[in-house]
């Protein structure tokens, strides 16, 4: 086996990255603060995009714990770790085009979300995602883009708020690449494929 998979696959690892993923949760939420003060309650399970996939993550992670797997919630959490991990750095880093300067949260952001994408992909040959799972991910993708680009829930960048319809246009192909990327990895024939242990 792989050693990058025989340290990824260790519990020490999972609970690790479990904690991590708990901690970048919440501060996700947190960030999201104020815009879900002013969110329609209906709409609030649709905002916060990038707490909401690591959320997803921490599920996944607990599976493992305990020598399992959730399957809908591995689908759900490659799908969206990948998309709006890319996003959020792509954005920071248009943020960085438009003002000329980006602060420091921007770069934590890069990082951090960078690191989201990296994960979901890192772990998926220890998912077991069905085919049902898959597309229930993928509904919630890109009914997530309806959310966002028609009914204009998406997150916050001001300084980007001109260039909407390009960031929307963007993000539904974003959506979906992360679908496919997640049939590639998950559901094709002969995919890798390994066994997460204790």
């Not at 696959?9 to 690790?16: P, Q, S």
């Not at 990948?82 to 943020?95: C, E, P, Q, R, S």
């Not at 960085?96 to 300067?101: A, R, Y």
């Not at 509904?139 to 009914?151: A, G, R």
Request: glycine share 6%; charged share 10%; hydrophobic share 50%.
């Amino acid at each position: 086996m792989n050693g990058l998979y025989l340290i990824l696959g260790h519990c020490k690892m999972i609970f690790l990255l479990f904690m991590i993923n708990i901690i970048g949760t919440i501060y996700g939420y947190y960030w999201y603060g104020s815009q879900l003060q002013s969110t329609p309650s209906y709409f609030i399970p649709f905002v916060p995009d990038s707490p909401t996939a690591s959320l997803f993550f921490v599920f996944v992670l607990l599976a493992f714990l305990f020598n399992t797997n959730w399957g809908l919630f591995e689908a759900l959490a490659i799908m969206t770790l990948f998309k709006y991990g890319i996003w959020a750095v792509a954005m920071n880093i248009l943020t960085l085009k438009v003002d000329g300067n980006l602060p420091w949260e921007g770069y934590m952001l890069i990082a951090s979300h960078l690191g989201m994408a990296i994960q979901g992909i890192l772990y998926a040959p220890f998912y077991r995602i069905k085919a049902w799972h898959f597309c229930v991910a993928a509904i919630w993708t890109l009914h997530n883009e309806i959310i966002d680009y028609v009914f204009m829930q998406y997150p916050v960048y001001s300084s980007l708020h001109h260039y909407i319809q390009e960031i929307g246009y963007f993000t539904f192909w974003l959506s979906i690449l992360s679908i496919f990327v997640t049939y590639y990895l998950t559901l094709r024939k002969n995919r890798y494929s390994l066994e997460f242990f204790k």
